[in-house]
């Protein structure tokens, strides 16, 4: 399983920026309880989740999770075709700015992408991270 983030940066307070992660490897029935996410980690803070989206089959396919501190200003989405992942982040604000990961947790269930369920524990799989900056 590969993940590859891109699309960080640095931009001034009430701007936006679009995340893209390229997800590989997650076919296979071994695989078919996708969830997969954002994390964000803050130099002296703890990963926090940001947003995920269930790209499994069944139950809750196609259903989404965005944390409380960015609701309203962030949005995942996923494109089957060319197997990304997204975050549309507006209206920034400094506290908004740290290394963005991207994660996969392929045998988690619907339930790993829900609000009680979206921790980095349940993630197995990660990107290398992209930078954001807001100042």
């Known amino acids: 399983v590969q993940l590859v983030e891109s699309g960080g940066g640095s931009v001034q307070p009430g701007g936006s920026l679009k995340l893209s992660c390229s997800v590989s490897g997650l076919d296979g029935l071994e695989f078919s309880r996708n969830c997969v996410g954002w994390f964000r980690q803050a130099p002296g803070k703890e990963r926090e989740g940001v947003a995920g989206?269930?790209?499994?089959?069944?139950?809750?396919?196609?259903?989404?999770y965005v944390a409380d501190s960015v609701k309203g200003r962030f949005t995942v989405s996923q494109d089957p075709v060319r197997n990304t992942l997204y975050l549309q982040m507006n209206s920034l604000k400094p506290e908004d700015g740290a290394m963005y990961y991207c994660?996969?947790?392929?045998?988690?269930?619907?339930?790993?992408?829900?609000?009680?369920?979206?921790?980095?524990?349940?993630?197995?799989?990660w990107g290398q991270g992209t930078q954001v900056t807001v100042s």
């Open positions: 994660a996969a947790g392929p045998r988690g269930g619907w339930a790993l992408c829900s609000a009680a369920g979206f921790k980095s524990a349940g993630f197995p799989y």
């Open positions: 989206v269930y790209i499994g089959s069944g139950i809750g396919s196609g259903s989404t």
